[in-house]
T-cell receptor
Framework: DQQVKQNSPSLSVQEGRISILNCDYT??????FLWYKKYPAEGPTFLIS?????DKNEDGRFTVFLNKSAKHLSLHIVPSQPGDSAVYFC???????????????FGKGTLLTVNP | DAGVIQSPRHEVTEMGQEVTLRCKPI?????LFWYRQTMMRGLELLIY????????DSGMPEDRFSAKMPNASFSTLKIQPSEPRDSAVYFC?????????????FGPGTRLTVL
C-alpha cells in the first residue's frame, strides 16, 4: 500500500515555463513533507521542505504548496531550466513522540525533462 | 567537505554469496540511514542508527539482512545469502541528528546485481 504517490512518472516542459510536480499522500499522521532531486548515478539531494503548519514554502525558483484537506502537495519550478532535468521524489514523515521526523516515506518519483 | 561515501559503487554477485556494502557518513553526523531503491517498491528505509545504535530496523526485509555501525564513521549492510530479488540500488544517508527538520544527505548508492 503506497502511502505517498506520484502519479505522473514523467513530465516534459519547455525551458522558461513552469514545471508542476504533484504528490498525494494517504497517511494523516504525516506532518512534514520534502522534495528531493536525483540525477543519474547520484544519490537524492534535498530540495525544499514544508511543515504541516504551513501551506506554502518558497526558495528561489522552487515553491512547495501543501493542501492538507486534500492530502496533496505540489512543487512548482519557475522558470524551468535544462539543469532541472532530473527525477523528483516527494517524501513525507510523521513526527514521532521524540520530536523526530527521520522516518521518510518516498514516492516513486517523477522524471522531469526541461527542453531547451 | 566530503559527502557520504559508499563502496563499492557496483557489485555483481551470484545467488547464495555474501555481500557487504559499506558507508562512511559525513563527519560530525550522528544519524545514519540505509535505504533500498527498487522499481517495484521505490525508495524505502531499511534501518536507522543514532549515535551508532540501531533505533529502527523495521524496514529490514528479513534475517538475511544485517547492518552494523561499529563507530561513528563506518557502517556496513550485509546480505547473507544473497538472492536475485535483492538486486537494487542501496543508499546510505546521514544527518547531524534525526531531529525535526535535519536534512538527510545521501551517498551515491551501490548498485547490486545478484545473478
Amino acid at each position: 500500500d503506497q502511502q505517498v504517490k506520484q502519479n505522473s512518472p514523467s513530465l516534459s516542459v519547455q525551458e522558461g515555463r513552469i514545471s508542476i510536480l504533484n504528490c498525494d499522500y494517504t497517511n494523516s499522521m504525516f506532518d512534514y513533507f520534502l522534495w528531493y532531486k536525483k540525477y543519474p548515478a547520484e544519490g537524492p539531494t534535498f530540495l525544499i521542505s514544508i511543515s504541516s503548519i504551513k501551506d506554502k514554502n518558497e526558495d528561489g525558483r522552487f515553491t512547495v504548496f501543501l493542501n492538507k484537506s486534500a492530502k496533496h502537495l505540489s512543487l512548482h519550478i519557475v522558470p524551468s531550466q535544462p539543469g532541472d532535468s532530473a527525477v523528483y521524489f516527494c517524501a513525507a514523515s510523521p513526527t514521532n513522540s521524540g520530536g523526530s521526523n527521520y522516518k521518510l516515506t518516498f514516492g516513486k518519483g517523477t522524471l522531469l525533462t526541461v527542453n531547451p | 567537505d566530503a559527502g557520504v561515501i559508499q563502496s563499492p559503487r557496483h557489485e555483481v554477485t551470484e545467488m547464495g554469496q555474501e555481500v557487504t556494502l559499506r558507508c562512511k557518513p559525513i563527519s560530525g553526523h550522528n544519524s545514519l540511514f540505509w535505504y533500498r531503491q527498487t522499481m517495484m517498491r521505490g525508495l524505502e528505509l531499511l534501518i536507522y542508527f543514532n549515535n551508532n545504535v540501531p533505533i529502527d530496523d523495521s524496514g529490514m526485509p528479513e534475517d538475511r539482512f544485517s547492518a552494523k555501525m561499529p563507530n561513528a564513521s563506518f557502517s556496513t549492510l550485509k546480505i547473507q545469502p544473497s538472492e536475485p530479488r535483492d538486486s537494487a540500488v542501496y543508499f546510505c544517508a546521514s544527518t547531524k541528528r534525526a531531529g525535526s527538520t535535519d536534512t538527510q544527505y545521501f551517498g551515491p548508492g551501490t548498485r547490486l546485481t545478484v545473478l
